[in-house]
């Protein structure tokens, strides 16, 4: 008989329902129940999984508990968030979706893994991949921005980086995809707020992530606590037990969110705790993470009836599977028996801030004020966010201290070491202080250029941190349009570097600045990622994941949008826009400047006609006419023009990247296999409709800086 189970028909029901429940431990809670100490019910069994334990040394104290003390000698599961990064923070992953590069994305994993692993921890609750349209939504930065085929991409390259190629290695994580699914989707955006959307919608756009996951291999999954008209995830059969385990294939373990099946109860569709046992693990939810609902309300709910001890055998059955696999039962105090050396953590942090400079996006840069040159001696460095070490972090820090993230006035410092740097807050991020206004305006006189750094603090995004206005918190504008003004009198040029956690609507200060970076929130090395950036050290490549709007009232906004019957147009009242603001976002997927000067032309595609078994590959000729070396980004997106369900206008398809010195010219490759343009017909079932599609290339997800090919598929 196998382990588990052997171990099975050992277990006593409190035994069981311990493997199936996961307790805080002390840090980071995030949800309303603050856990007391589980010593006991990890010795009596009755608890067999931990989240937010870090350190080596206390995680193999509670292991040893588990190991040593309880009757059958089960190793504990131990989770934690570990969303981009762990002690090395990386840049949140909406800003490193913006890489576009798999191999990158599964090395900040990878390297997060490690250092996690090194910490005694076995699963991470990452990645996320809620698709986001709608920049209101403080989750957005959490997750791969607005396009599932991206977060596809993402998905991927992020279980291959946590889990690596052998789940029981010291230095591997499980894995765990969340928030299935559909989340992202909240109405108006607010935070835990119901879902309801269409199912094509759930299948073209939120599912696909997930579905990658899946086939990456991913350890587990977890529902969102959200409703889908009506169901709540953690309830929802069709979704998890049908759609997950079933069409997908998933057998791996589904963890609760926190507190979400005592949720059930708020949601109103379970009277009581043993009734939302019962639905959450007839839906398929083998551990549940906070509620207590398994330990204390399943007992009953076997009483009434209304699950079987065979359901729970099952869940058992794969939260054992998992730990086997993780090779706990082997050697519990693996990870974490080697503590990390100084060379590694080196190594990461100069990861963290070649990642962090490669998910800046410029989205300004005008008369090329950027970089500046080397001979600049005086800057002004002004704002909330210039020297602001814990907010660099971003929302989910992993375990990274507040003080340890190199700020952008530490990072100016090293990148201009003889350039004086006048330095002043100005205001704080979200309060209304005025009194170092004056303070910020006397650091403009003498200097040469002016940086000002604001935006939004890390916990003004991630969970729990929808907004309804999107521009600067606070009294920051103030700040920004008086010290605006006073560069305009001095004649010095204004750079701004804005940090946030998803698009800002701020079209007035792009306007103003003279250059502006999207720095999102860039971790560790956040200071001197944006100094190599400013001084030249590297030229900007990132690209926004998501479309910044000109208006909050225009989100949701994407550029996967379906034609309308009545397109927009000028000269016809009667069409598809708004009477105060221009449909399109004010900077596009896809877009970011560098230090290059890119022309993309020449587009080539073969064959002209395809079949489904074939593939389609797109040539574009990529020249740098500028004068500094830099990385180009190329996009290629699909349109089926005429097909039973209407397709959306532009579907991304594949990127490529091409590095290139001054006034050279390469040629970018795009590929992908016809199957892709395959859709889901009018009965949800893959079709691939025979027809013109047309293939449209460029640099951003803005239709008129496109080139455009057409192919037949037969
Ligand atoms: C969040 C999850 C997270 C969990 C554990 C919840 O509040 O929604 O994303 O993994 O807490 O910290």
Redesign the pocket.
């Known amino acids: 008989m196998s382990r588990i189970e052997s171990l099975l028909t050992s277990m006593t029901l409190s035994e069981k329902l311990g493997q199936l429940t996961m307790t805080?431990c002390g840090h980071?809670?995030?949800?309303p129940t603050i856990a007391g100490d589980s010593t006991a019910a990890i010795k009596s069994g009755a608890i067999g999984n931990l989240?937010?334990l870090v350190g080596a040394a206390d995680v193999h104290d509670m292991q040893k508990l588990a190991v040593e003390q309880s009757r059958l000698g089960i190793p504990l599961l131990i989770?934690?968030?570990v969303?981009h990064g762990h002690r090395t923070v990386f840049p949140i992953p909406l800003g490193e979706a913006g890489l576009f590069d798999p191999e990158a994305w599964t090395a900040t994993a990878r390297e997060a893994a490690k250092e996690a692993a090194a910490d005694g921890l076995a699963l991470t609750?990452?990645p996320?991949l809620d698709v986001s349209r709608d920049p209101r939504w403080g989750?957005s930065a959490?997750g791969p921005g607005e396009d599932p085929w991206l977060g596809m991409r993402i998905a991927a390259a992020k279980v291959r980086g946590f889990q690596g190629d052998d789940l029981s290695k010291a230095d591997a994580l499980a894995a765990?995809a969340?928030?299935y699914c559909a989340y992202g989707a909240v109405t108006a955006g607010r935070e835990y707020a119901s879902v309801d959307i269409s199912e094509r919608t759930v299948l073209e756009v939120y599912l696909p992530p997930f579905a990658s996951a899946v086939h990456a291999g991913v350890a587990s999954v977890?529902p969102a606590?959200t409703d889908l008209a009506g169901v709540p995830m953690t309830a929802d059969a069709a979704m998890l037990q049908g759609r997950l385990r079933g069409a997908l294939g998933f057998d791996g373990v589904i963890i609760s969110?926190?507190?979400a099946i005592a949720e059930l109860i708020n949601h109103g569709v379970a009277a009581d705790r043993p009734a939302a046992a019962a639905l959450a693990l007839k839906a398929g939810v083998d551990i549940d993470?906070?509620a207590d609902a398994y330990r204390h309300g399943l007992p009953i709910a076997l009483e009434r009836g209304l699950v079987t001890i065979h359901d729970i055998d099952n869940s058992v059955r794969r939260v054992l599977a998992l730990k086997e696999r993780l090779g706990l039962f082997d050697d519990p105090y693996r990870r974490g028996a080697r503590a990390e050396d100084g060379a590694q953590v080196q190594k990461r942090r100069q990861l963290s801030r070649e990642i962090g400079a490669r998910s800046i996006v410029m989205l300004k840069n005008a008369g090329g004020v950027l970089p500046l040159q080397s001979r600049v001696k005086r800057l002004a460095l002004l704002g909330p966010l210039a020297d602001a070490s814990a907010e660099m972090r971003g929302p989910?820090w992993g375990a990274a201290g507040a003080d340890g993230q190199v700020t952008v006035l530490e990072g100016l410092r090293a990148a201009f070491p003889t350039a004086q740097i006048a330095h002043a807050m100005g205001v704080p991020i979200a309060a209304d202080d005025v009194s170092g206004m004056s303070a910020a305006l006397q650091c403009c006189d003498g200097a040469e250029v002016l940086i000002l750094c604001v935006g939004e603090a890390a916990t003004m995004s991630g969970?729990?941190a929808s907004r309804a206005h999107l521009g600067l918190p606070g009294v920051q504008r103030s700040m920004c349009e008086l010290v605006l003004a006073r560069a305009r009198q001095l004649k010095i040029a204004v750079i701004v570097v804005l940090f946030s956690g998803r698009p800002l609507v701020v079209p007035w200060l792009i306007e103003a600045a003279d250059a502006v970076l999207a720095a999102w929130f860039p971790g560790s090395e956040a200071g001197n990622a944006i100094g190599d950036l400013i001084s030249g050290r590297s030229s900007p490549s990132g690209r926004t994941a998501m479309s910044w709007p000109r208006a909050a009232g225009q989100v949701p906004i994407f550029f996967g949008q379906r034609p309308s019957g009545r397109p927009a147009s000028a000269s016809d009242h009667f069409t598809s826009k708004y009477l105060d603001v221009a449909n399109d976002p004010l900077i596009p997927f896809g877009f970011g400047l560098t230090y290059g000067n890119f022309e993309i032309d020449n587009l080539r595609v073969t064959p002209q006609t395809v079949s489904r078994s074939g593939s389609i590959e797109a040539r574009v000729d990529v020249a740098n006419r500028g004068d500094r070396e830099a990385e180009e980004t190329v996009f290629l997106f699909t349109h089926d023009v005429l097909a039973s369900v209407a397709r959306p206008l532009l579907e991304l398809k594949a990127f490529g990247k091409i590095r290139l010195a001054p006034g050279v010219r390469g040629t970018v490759i795009l590929r992908f296999a016809a199957a892709e343009l395959s859709f889901l017909g009018l009965d949800l079932a893959p079709v691939f409709e025979p027809g013109e599609v047309e293939i449209l290339v460029g640099p951003c997800a803005d239709r008129s800086r496109l080139l455009k090919a057409v192919v037949q598929l037969s």
Do not use: P, Q, S
Not at 28 to 31: C, E, L, S, Y
């Open positions: 805080a980071a809670v995030t949800g989240l937010n989770g934690y968030d969303i609750f990452a996320m989750r959490e765990c969340k928030h977890m606590f969110d926190y507190n993470m906070m989910w969970e729990a």
